[in-house]
């Protein structure tokens, strides 16, 4: 983990008066767990030293990379013409934050997940909302009515593709702010991604004869 440089006060001599100094427990916790501490001594808080913290906590954010799910599933050839429907799981979803305190301060930067951009591979960038909505399979999933909130339509086949596949992304959007000192503040937005591939095939007609 990076670590800030903290403050040196040489009292062996003269030097120029730091003003008031407490002593203070510092810690770093991750997932609610203390992963480092030690007793510093620091003046009086300030803004200076609460933006220090907030870009600590910033950095030491890890974020989780989507847990992606299909209908029809990324594991089976999907069909030109047919709505496929794109959704995150649950645990994909959820705020994440972290907390560091020092000389009297306590700072959480929150990540909370703002929208998924899937890049399907075929030219097309989806950009849901939320995490979108899972397929509901029968009852009421009749495998052709589109999502409600997430999905996507492939055009044609990667027949011609390297690989034979379509490279399809998605990334969560999160916004982060940070609060624990004044009003605290807002950084820029953290994106985590994976990638995997897709294959797409023509559906084949069936043609019938009535007579």
Same mark, same amino acid.
């Given at each position: 983990?990076?670590?800030?440089?903290?403050?040196?006060?040489?009292?062996?001599?003269? /030097?120029?008066?730091?003003?008031?100094?407490?002593?203070?427990?510092?810690?770093?916790?991750?997932?609610?767990?203390?992963?480092?501490?030690?007793?510093?001594?620091?003046?009086?808080?300030?803004?200076?030293?609460?933006?220090?913290?907030?870009?600590?906590?910033?950095?030491?954010?890890? +974020? *989780?990379?989507?847990?992606?799910? +299909?209908?029809?599933?990324?594991?089976?050839?999907?069909?030109?013409?047919?709505?496929?429907?794109?959704?995150?799981? /649950?645990? /994909?979803?959820?705020?994440?934050?972290?907390?560091?305190?020092? @000389?009297?301060?306590?700072?959480?930067?929150?990540?909370?997940?703002?929208?998924?951009?899937?890049? +399907?591979?075929?030219?097309?960038?989806?950009?849901?909302? @939320?995490?979108?909505?899972?397929?509901?399979? %029968?009852?009421?999933?009749?495998?052709?009515?589109?999502?409600?909130?997430?999905?996507?339509?492939?055009?044609?086949?990667?027949?011609?593709?390297?690989?034979?596949?379509? %490279?399809?992304?998605?990334?969560?959007?999160?916004?982060?702010?940070?609060?624990?000192?004044?009003?605290?503040?807002?950084?820029?937005?953290?994106?985590?991604?994976?990638?995997? *591939?897709?294959?797409?095939?023509?559906?084949?007609?069936?043609?019938?004869?009535? %007579?």
């Amino acid at each position: 983990m990076d670590k800030l440089p903290d403050q040196v006060v040489d009292l062996s001599g003269p /030097s120029p008066d730091p003003g008031p100094l407490e002593a203070y427990q510092e810690q770093c916790t991750q997932g609610g767990k203390i992963v480092s501490s030690k007793l510093v001594f620091y003046p009086q808080p300030s803004p200076a030293s609460a933006q220090a913290l907030a870009q600590k906590a910033y950095k030491t954010l890890d +974020m *989780p990379k989507p847990d992606v799910m +299909m209908s029809p599933a990324e594991t089976v050839p999907q069909l030109t013409g047919l709505p496929v429907w794109l959704w995150l799981k /649950s645990g /994909s979803w959820v705020p994440k934050s972290s907390t560091v305190s020092a @000389g009297g301060i306590t700072i959480t930067a929150t990540a909370a997940p703002q929208r998924v951009v899937w890049s +399907m591979g075929d030219g097309a960038t989806v950009t849901c909302a @939320g995490p979108g909505t899972p397929f509901p399979g %029968h009852p009421g999933g009749d495998g052709v009515a589109p999502s409600p909130t997430c999905g996507h339509t492939f055009r044609r086949t990667t027949a011609a593709e390297p690989g034979g596949a379509f %490279h399809v992304t998605a990334t969560i959007v999160w916004r982060v702010d940070w609060t624990g000192f004044g009003p605290g503040g807002t950084f820029p937005d953290v994106e985590s991604s994976v990638g995997f *591939p897709v294959r797409v095939i023509e559906a084949a007609a069936l043609v019938t004869n009535s %007579h």
